[in-house]
Nanobody
Framework: VQLQASGGGLVQPGGSLRLSCLVSGFSLDIAAIGWFRQAPGKEREGVGCFSSRDGTHVADSQKGRFTISRDNFKNTVHLQMNDLKPEDTAVYYC????????????????WGQGTLVTVSS
């Protein structure tokens, strides 16, 4: 199983980014995909998750700004981030597990390498 997160970069406050998580070796019909982020000096934080069984879930602190969706043709899950704030600056990771959607890092078995999002003017 391999996960490849991409789409990070530098964006101004109020801007948008779409992150992608390409999943290999694990069908999205089975896997739950979690999105997490880790800012410098802080613990890893759950952003949201997707599974075919449970749909999507976004953490309360990001609701209204972040959405998660699945690309049915590319075995990819996207994290759309709008109205970005400096406090959203972090390395964003996607992860996979065979189980229900969960926004708890230790429940995931597979992790991608992370993609850096920097929100700054």
């Amino acid at each position: 199983v391999q996960l490849q997160a991409s789409g990070g970069g530098l964006v101004q406050p109020g801007g948008s980014l779409r992150l992608s998580c390409l999943v290999s070796g694990f069908s999205l019909d089975i896997a739950a995909i979690g999105w997490f982020r880790q800012a410098p000096g802080k613990e890893r934080e759950g952003v949201g998750c997707f599974s075919s069984r449970d749909g999507t879930h976004v953490a309360d602190s990001q609701k209204g700004r972040f959405t998660i969706s699945r690309d049915n043709f590319k075995n990819t899950v996207h994290l759309q981030m709008n109205d970005l704030k400096p406090e959203d600056t972090a390395v964003y990771y996607c992860s996979a597990r065979d189980g229900p959607c969960a926004v708890v890092a230790h429940r995931y078995d597979y992790w991608g390498q992370g993609t850096l999002v920097t929100v700054s003017s």
